[in-house]
């Protein structure tokens, strides 16, 4: 089955730090620009951020700008979200993807998601 599946989830308290990754099954993640997205209760699913099948160039949603780093490991077929100065609104499930990098759009290989909490 060809998926992406998310890991490194979890309660962070506001100002902290988490990373996810995400790891590829059944297929070669190093041909796809992959991206980050989120969806909180209640709201719709919006785009986080998304690199370039070479990592050479990253497109980041204004609210996290600053504080979260896209990076990916071809070697590894994974790809990472760095997420630091977390805040309360950054709570969330978060779900990679293939993505149109300049789009901040998700279309294709969607993983079941991780769930990211802050609170203190």
């Known amino acids: 089955q060809l998926q992406l599946v998310e890991s490194g989830g979890g309660l962070v308290q506001p100002g902290g730090s988490l990373r996810l990754s995400c790891a590829a099954s059944?297929?070669?993640?190093?041909?796809?620009?992959i991206g980050w997205f989120r969806q909180a209760l209640g709201k719709g699913r919006e785009g986080v951020a998304c690199?370039?099948?070479?990592?050479?160039?990253?497109n980041y949603a204004d609210s996290v700008k600053g504080r979260f780093t896209i990076s990916r490991d071809n070697a590894k077929n994974t790809v990472y979200l760095e997420m630091n100065s977390m805040k309360p609104e950054d709570t969330a499930r978060y779900y990679c993807?293939?993505?149109?990098?300049?789009?901040?759009?998700?279309?294709?290989?969607w993983g079941p998601g991780t769930q990211v909490t802050v609170s203190s």
């Open positions: 690199i370039s099948r070479s990592g050479g160039r990253t």
């Open positions: 059944g297929f070669t993640l190093a041909y796809y620009s």
């Open positions: 993807a293939a993505c149109v990098e300049e789009r901040l759009m998700g279309y294709d290989y």
